[in-house]
């Protein structure tokens, strides 16, 4: 069995930054990316940012290109995010996720087949 175990959300300051990372153990498993969903309450699951193995591309969602940055290590298994210029909006619990394949669009849920736990993340104002 594989689990995906994010660290480092916690509060933080409007304009403030935070990084979160996601460590993937136990079996073996074909990693063909990573990525970062979030969600906030009463809201759906959205698409951070994504980096796909093989070529190093990166994707994000457009209201955090330019404050987010996703970085990783194949090899390691291991994901971060590094998040600058926090703004309220931003408050969310953030899911790391690692999918198998190239089947379905790096930007959906569905696409992805291991989940972390989730942490979480609060701007204040």
């Known amino acids: 069995q594989v689990q995906l175990v994010e660290s480092g959300g916690g509060l933080v300051q409007a304009g403030g930054s935070l990084r979160v990372s996601c460590a993937a153990s136990?079996?073996?498993?074909?990693?063909?990316?990573m990525g970062w969903f979030r969600q906030a309450p009463g809201k759906e699951r959205e698409f951070v940012a994504a980096?796909?193995?093989?070529?190093?591309?990166?994707y994000y969602a457009d209201s955090m290109k330019g404050r987010f940055t996703i970085s990783g290590d194949n090899a390691k298994n291991t994901v971060n995010l590094q998040m600058n210029n926090l703004k309220p909006e931003d408050t969310a619990v953030y899911y790391c996720?690692?999918?198998?394949?190239?089947?379905?669009?790096?930007?959906?849920?569905?696409?992805?087949?291991?989940w972390g736990q989730g942490t979480q993340v609060t701007v204040s104002s």
């Open positions: 136990g079996r073996t498993f074909s990693n063909y990316g």
């Open positions: 980096i796909r193995w093989s070529t190093d591309n990166t």
């Open positions: 996720a690692a999918r198998t394949s190239a089947f379905m669009s790096t930007l959906i849920p569905s696409a992805y087949d291991l």
